[in-house]
């Protein structure tokens, strides 16, 4: 999947668009060391940012609630560009106000992560080092570093190096210093999330949906063996906590996940997020089969990614195995044939993988051809029960 982190703009972005659209071919030229937190090591990450029109809804920082913006959503940085060349035509132009209304809007859902932007024309330096000296003390005199300038042509294309070079260094330490935040903020809070789960308001559908969107952030950032931790994570939460009903510990909110499936479809392989699971979360309508289509389709993507995809056919036949265990044990009584169906669609989706990846091979894997062998196995039994209904 690919996620790329967004970093809004405003101010006099039609005549820096040039200059905007190269500062984005040179963001991701050089990587940037990622400080982590928790004493885990650093990350040597390459920025491939999408620039977007700032709105007032993205300029939400600190994680809330039910999310409506996925944490993974949220901008890593806001740019503002300032173009006049001086104090009265910056005031005429309206940017000023626009810029007031902006650093505004950020305060108030109190978001540091902004960088202004005074564009100079290298060949009217006495003017425009005068307007940016003054937006720097009006707008940034608390937070010098939150404001800077770059020097571009006469043309108003060409960026002269240094001053680019410059500015990519700044905004790429910005975003890592944002990144680490936020981070930080979204593992706190669904550490705090996953602490109430013995509480009567809590949902293990809306606590799923919290940590995907951090999953989803450690994807984008290439921790591709940390997002798929978290997926594993809600995976082992989500078995113990059916395990646990067999014991007389079943939670209310179980319930929401005990209706008959009518879909038999096998687990979407081909499809590395399918948003029609998310939906069915949100909704609190999700079946047992389609909690865990969604969360072995997203582990396999990951495991794919990471040139791991042998790894998902020695999991598929105990996945298999263990939810249909669960549907047992949560007593759903599934139309006829559904659970038989799925099964062996899911067997051909995984065998239709083990395939391709002995097509790959110069000497095939015996252990990969023993795991075709068995689901196989498995799907041929299972067409046999259908037949029987």
Same mark, same amino acid.
């Given at each position: ?50 620039f977007v029109f700032f709105q007032p809804a993205l300029a939400l ?124 903020? *979204?593992?706190? %809070?669904?550490?705090?999330? #996953?602490?109430? &789960?013995? =509480? /009567? ?6 606590? !799923? ?19 798929l931790v978290q997926y594993d994570e809600l995976d082992a939460m ?35 997020? *399918?948003?029609? %699971?998310?939906?069915?979360? #949100?909704?609190? &309508?999700? =079946? /047992? ?6 969360? !072995? ?42 659970n038989e169906s799925w099964v062996y669609l899911s067997c051909f ?26 689901? /196989? ?13």
């Amino acid at each position: 999947m690919d996620f790329r982190p967004s970093i809004t703009f405003c101010g006099s972005y039609d005549s820096v668009k040039p200059l905007q659209e190269r500062l984005q071919q040179w963001l991701p030229r050089e990587a940037v060391e990622w400080q982590r937190s928790y004493g885990r090591g650093t990350r040597q990450v390459k920025i491939r940012a999408d620039f977007v029109f700032f709105q007032p809804a993205l300029a939400l920082f600190e994680p809330r609630g039910r999310l409506s913006v996925g944490l993974h959503q949220i901008p890593v940085l806001h740019l503002f560009w300032v173009g006049e060349t001086d104090m009265a035509t910056f005031g005429k132009s309206g940017n000023r106000e626009n810029l007031i209304t902006w650093l505004k809007m950020l305060q108030e859902n109190q978001c540091s992560n902004f960088l202004i932007i005074v564009v100079e024309d290298s060949k009217k330096t006495g003017k425009n080092a005068s307007i940016f000296d003054k937006v720097k003390s009006e707008f940034a005199s608390k937070q010098p570093n939150r404001c800077c300038s770059v020097r571009i042509s006469g043309t108003g294309v060409t960026p002269d190096s240094p001053s680019l070079t410059a500015l990519v260094v700044k905004i790429r330490q910005l975003i890592v210093q944002a990144l680490a935040r936020l981070m930080n903020r *979204a593992e706190d %809070y669904v550490r705090e999330m #996953r602490e109430q &789960c013995r =509480t /009567v308001t809590w949902h293990y559908s809306d606590h !799923f949906l919290l940590q995907e969107q951090l999953a989803f952030l450690l994807e984008m950032w290439g921790c591709l063996n940390e997002s798929l931790v978290q997926y594993d994570e809600l995976d082992a939460m989500f078995s113990q906590f059916i395990n646990n009903t067999s014991c007389g510990e079943q939670q209310s909110w179980l319930e929401d996940f005990c209706h008959a499936s009518e879909e038999f479809e096998g687990v979407p392989l081909g499809q590395p997020l *399918a948003m029609k %699971y998310r939906q069915l979360l #949100r909704d609190r &309508c999700a =079946t /047992v089969l389609d909690m865990r289509n969604h969360i !072995f389709t997203r582990q396999a993507s990951l495991l794919c990614q990471m040139n791991r995809g042998a790894e998902v056919a020695k999991r598929a036949l105990p996945f298999l195995h263990s939810t249909l265990h669960e549907i047992e044990v949560l007593d759903i009584k599934n139309t006829p044939g559904v659970n038989e169906s799925w099964v062996y669609l899911s067997c051909f989706q995984v065998v239709e993988q083990i395939d391709k990846l002995l097509e790959q091979q110069q000497e095939r894997d015996a252990e990969l051809v023993l795991c075709k062998a068995r689901l /196989v196995h498995y799907a041929q039994q299972k067409v046999y029960v259908c037949v029987v209904y």
